[in-house]
């Protein structure tokens, strides 16, 4: 079956201006998650969405990042503002439910800022 | 949240050869475990998971590892690699009860023939 969808794979921006990253979970699964990959900050947690409830957003690194879920799919991670330091590997995963649920990761959106 | 440490970020071995990738977390309360593996340009994908029972868990592509609570480590294992397991490997932690995975700094290992 499908697995977790990241658009786009690349995105180059320039310091300043705004970007959106989007994510596809698989279908059906109600948890998604997205977390940043970069160098010498390993992987971190950013924010996580559980079906209706409000989100967890305590990894988002600044009032620069925000993200929404549309009708307890689709996800979309946004970046106002750009910096160099958001330069970074953009991973989305999904899960059934969530606890000991496996989480299930897309290939990432790679974004540098120039 | 856990601190995750993993010993070796470089791991080079020869094919047909074992490898051990070492992972020690920061807290003796109930953890979740697991070992993602990332090849090169590739999402993370997930090659076993210690959740209670057995402390020996084994996984795919011949992978397994052992929960050792009074050492709080996650060591990985695999006792002949191949060319093909040439990747990035990670330790993930999570509190029970809690979402959040804790990774890993990750360990590149490098399969030589």
């Known amino acids: 079956g499908a697995g977790v969808s990241q658009s786009p794979s690349n995105k180059v921006t320039e310091k300043g201006k705004d970007v959106e990253l989007r994510c596809d979970p698989i279908?059906?699964?109600?948890?998604l998650y997205w977390y940043r990959q970069s160098l010498g900050q390993g992987l971190e947690f950013l924010i996580y969405?559980?079906?209706?409830?409000?989100?967890?957003k305590s990894g988002l690194p600044s009032d620069r990042f925000s993200a929404e879920r549309t009708g307890g799919s689709v996800s979309t991670l946004t970046i106002q503002r750009t910096q160099q330091e958001d330069s970074a590997v953009y991973l989305c995963?999904?899960?059934?439910?969530?606890?000991?649920?496996?989480?299930?990761f897309g290939p990432g959106t790679r974004l540098t800022v120039l | 949240a856990q601190s995750v440490t993993q010993l070796d970020s470089q791991v080079p071995v020869f094919e047909e050869a074992p490898v051990e990738l070492r992972c020690n977390y920061s807290?003796?309360?109930?953890?979740?475990l697991f070992w993602y593996v990332q090849y090169p340009n590739q999402g993370l994908q997930l090659l076993l998971k210690?959740?209670?029972?057995?402390?020996l868990v084994k996984g795919i592509n011949g992978f397994e590892a052992e929960f050792n609570k009074s050492q709080t480590s996650f060591h990985l294992r695999k006792p002949s690699v191949h060319i093909s397991d040439t990747a990035e490997y990670f330790c993930?932690?999570?509190?029970?009860?809690?979402?959040?995975?804790?990774f890993g700094a990750g360990t590149t290992v490098t399969v030589r023939a």
């Open positions: 969405f559980q079906g209706n409830s409000a989100p967890d």
């Open positions: 210690y959740l209670s029972g057995s402390t």
């Open positions: 807290s003796s309360v109930s953890v979740y």
């Open positions: 995963a999904s899960s059934p439910t969530t606890g000991t649920d496996t989480q299930y």
């Open positions: 993930a932690v999570s509190d029970r009860g809690d979402y959040k995975l804790s």
């Open positions: 279908s059906g699964h109600t948890a």
